[in-house]
């Protein structure tokens, strides 16, 4: 039998003798300026904010538009400088900032003492699915009747709805994080030892955090919201409030600049704790595990 084992297995057309250094290739090159600015995450974000504050303005501007109804850019922000510099809008901000914290400290403690029984015992785990499914989808505002009811007009109040809007965001996002840890790190966990608390905090809570920090900032925004909007109702049961009372005010006033000024300082505020507080924890935690890109 001829030996045609050359034929088959070399393929002349592949084979190259000989090979040529690269041409016109940079295979480094130092970044424009730009392109190094443009790499900047925040300076990204501010051009976007730039862009909707310029559509804003020209189209207040350009439009034949209605002050009242909807006025321009400068006109608000004129207001902000004005209540900044009175200090009524630091009063508001702080009002509303001081009720958010108290509700959003006391749901992340709720939901860390309800997961870790949903990981030490079954009926746990049934009990928190269970209340999971039932408020999970009942809008905190709802409750503020009851709210007004068991605990008056105040404080107590604000800060009971503001934990519905934390707790079962958080514990839902959590707990699918803890159920999506993978067996082999679980065993791990009971290879060394480690039980109940210990094996919550040591094992589940470093795997599931990418889990557990999207479930504190959708937790924020439905509090950062639900208190906006109960202290609507606050502010004109018992004519005190902070930014959510102010806008109540300013509009049933049409004072339409100071309505945009407080919505203004509400949109701020949120974009001050999501790029500062929440994407700081997101790179030092999940980036820098290689949990996310």
């Avoid at 109804?69 to 702080?94: D, I, N, Q, R």
């Avoid at 959590?174 to 905090?201: D, K, Q």
Wanted: hydrophobic share 55%; proline share 3%.
């Amino acid at each position: 039998m001829t030996d045609t084992t050359a034929d088959i297995h070399v393929r002349p057309e592949f084979v190259v003798e000989r090979l040529e250094a690269a041409q016109d290739v940079d295979v480094e090159r130092r970044l424009s300026l730009f392109e190094r600015i443009s790499n900047i995450n925040a300076v990204r974000k501010f051009t976007i904010l730039l862009g909707l504050v310029a559509l804003w303005e020209g189209y207040t501007r350009i439009g034949d538009v209605e002050p009242l109804l909807f006025p321009s850019f400068s006109a608000s922000a004129a207001v902000l400088w004005e209540t900044l510099l009175s200090g009524l809008m630091l009063e508001k901000v702080w009002i509303t900032v001081y009720v958010l914290v108290l509700g959003y400290a006391a749901g992340l403690f709720l939901a860390a003492a309800l997961l870790v029984f949903a990981v030490m015992t079954r009926v746990g785990s049934d009990f928190l699915s269970t209340m999971t499914a039932m408020f999970q989808p009942l809008p905190a505002i709802s409750l503020l009747p009851l709210a007004m009811l068991w605990f008056g007009l105040g404080v107590p109040s604000l800060v009971f709805v503001t934990i519905h809007s934390v707790l079962w965001a958080v514990a839902l996002s959590t707990h699918t994080g803890f159920m999506s840890v993978s067996e082999t790190l679980r065993m791990v966990g009971r290879n060394y030892g480690l039980r109940g608390i210990p094996y919550v905090f040591t094992i589940l809570v470093p795997a599931a955090f990418a889990s557990i920090l999207t479930g504190m900032k959708v937790g924020w925004a439905f509090a950062w919201r639900t208190l906006i909007g109960a202290e609507l109702v606050f502010g004109a049961a018992s004519g005190e409030g902070g930014l959510g009372w102010m806008i109540f005010e300013r509009g049933d006033n049409l004072e339409t600049p100071y309505v945009f000024a407080a919505l203004f300082t509400v949109i701020v505020i949120g974009l001050i704790v999501e790029n500062l507080i929440f994407r700081n924890i997101e790179i030092g935690t999940v980036q820098k595990w290689g949990m996310q890109r």
